[in-house]
């Protein structure tokens, strides 16, 4: 019998029950609120890992440009060398990985959000055909949650290498497209000394009609040994308009780098030049852009070695007249300060408007084509090489001077060894225009 005031055993069962569930329940709830919470400072280091990894690869990419710019009498390159770090530095910087407050814009405090990587961190290697540039580098990063079991942050690393690689072509360049200008490639004499149509050193014989004149384009090498790509002694050494990085080599094996050129008119009182007919290109913009506005913006569709393209007639006079009023217009747009130190010493160009070496607007890529084509009154030309020409002047009379640069094509078709390796000569990948790529 249950006497008075007695609780049911039932009831005396049931509460130690209840409290071991509250007691359990408070504990999954608490492991649940650790599991959240490490999962979002998981998700949070893997989000900035990633924009980390984002910023060294641009860093990287930037660097590998820097291996196509100056050309100095060092052999050791050292110009080269802190061009390279100094853009690997520069465009880590413009990239952050979120895991602070941004500061007020109109502040003067620093973001430390941004990248930050020392000229330490930087590391090149010279010593192949084909240099390399390696960022590595690590980063702290604040945890969310973590810091009530005592982590506070997270230290992550990043790296990642670039190289170049030869192309064919492209859409040109970073900072410019296609201009239609089909310019006449340089050719040899029998002596093996550089010129081009109008080189004022042949001022009786402007073009390649002497015995021993040769033409052989930097791309008739190993497979591709076939014509139209050369003319003359498949044995003979390339184009002049080929890489560079020696001052030695300049006006003698190539003119490439401050070597001053001037396309005016021949004896019969026109260009030296033709004009490209883009019209039957796939279009690269909404509108169609007329001959004279292509030459002051540029195309940025796909042109490559061995494609062929319809010229206008040298005596079109008005098609010339547009072009040189395009290019009038794209010098009026561009007045800068040329550091002219840079200029003479290292054969780059570098200024106030673009700080990046050898980016500057006025650099054009440009057409090139068989310079023993031109006096055979061509409707169409093949493109055998391309090359970056900074635009100085224009004359009225249409006559073009500048000086061509070294190369970073955007785009192409990479140049494999192999496609070199029958060649007799001992030629180098590094002679050809190059595009920048991510090594894994």
Known sequence: ???????????????PQKGSIMVLTALVI???????????????????????????????????TGFRVSIEADAGMPQQTTVVKDLAVQYAGFNTVR?????????????????????????????????????????????????????????????????IFPVDGGTGTTGACWRPIFLPDTFYDIDNIVHYL?????????????PGDFYRSRFAVGARNIPPFFQGPVDSPVTGLRDTESLTEVSQQTLMGMQPIIFGRYTDGLPYYFIADFTGLPRATISALSTGDLANFGYCGQIRVGDVIPVYLRSNAAIYDQVRTGLESLLARNPDNIDVSLKAQYSYIKSDIYPDPNSHALILPVLLFNPFEFLNNPRELKVTNFGLFFLETVQPDGTLSGF???????GGTPIQATNISGDTLLFQRRWLPMSTQLLR
Request: glycine fraction near 8%.
């Open 1 to 15: 019998m249950k006497r008075k005031g007695e609780k049911p055993r039932n009831f005396l069962r049931r509460r």
């Open 30 to 64: 608490t492991g649940m609120i650790g599991i959240m919470a490490l999962s979002i400072d998981l998700g949070f280091l893997f989000n900035s890992r990633n924009q980390f990894q984002n910023g060294i690869d641009a860093a990287a990419l930037a660097g590998a």
């Open 99 to 163: 895991r602070h407050t941004d500061p007020d814009p109109e502040s003067d405090q620093p973001n430390r959000n941004k990248i930050e990587v020392d000229r330490g961190s930087v590391t090149i290697d010279l010593g192949s055909d084909l240099p390399k540039v390696r960022v590595n580098t690590n980063l702290d990063v604040p945890l969310l949650f973590a810091g009530l079991f005592g982590f506070e942050q997270m230290n992550i690393n990043a790296g990642s290498q670039a190289s």
């Open 198 to 210: 109008g080189d004022p050193r042949r001022p009786m014989n402007p073009l390649p009609n002497l």
């Open 404 to 410: 061509f640069v070294r190369e970073i094509i955007t």
